[in-house]
């Protein structure tokens, strides 16, 4: 019985937030934020080729850490340098 009891329990409370994520959304599309609704407006494309040039290379140093790979069954390995 109390095994029963705990599955409701667990069903209901997946049931509820599933109920509020979907109620979020739509809250969301009634009312995009002001920067999506710009994007959606203007089109990817348009809005991406209007983003400055930046060098990225100066953002980040690539010599620094450690570099590693993903294997599945093991997760993250390093690699040789």
Same mark, same amino acid.
């Given at each position: 019985?109390?095994?029963?009891?705990?599955?409701?329990?667990?069903?209901?409370?997946?049931?509820?937030?599933?109920?509020?994520?979907?109620?979020? @959304? +739509?809250?969301?599309?009634?009312?995009?934020?002001?920067?999506?609704?710009?994007? $959606? /407006? #203007?089109?990817?494309?348009?809005?991406?080729?209007?983003?400055?040039?930046?060098?990225?290379?100066?953002?980040?140093? @690539? +010599?620094?850490?450690t570099?590693?790979?993903?294997?599945?069954?093991?997760?993250? $390995? /390093? #690699?040789?340098?």
């Amino acid at each position: 019985m109390e095994e029963n009891r705990s599955r409701f329990v667990l069903d209901a409370v997946k049931q509820e937030l599933r109920r509020r994520r979907r109620a979020e @959304l +739509k809250r969301s599309l009634r009312n995009p934020h002001p920067d999506t609704a710009q994007l $959606v /407006e #203007t089109g990817f494309d348009e809005w991406a080729a209007a983003l400055p040039d930046e060098d990225a290379t100066g953002l980040v140093d @690539l +010599k620094a850490g450690t570099p590693v790979r993903w294997v599945a069954g093991r997760g993250w $390995v /390093e #690699t040789k340098k």
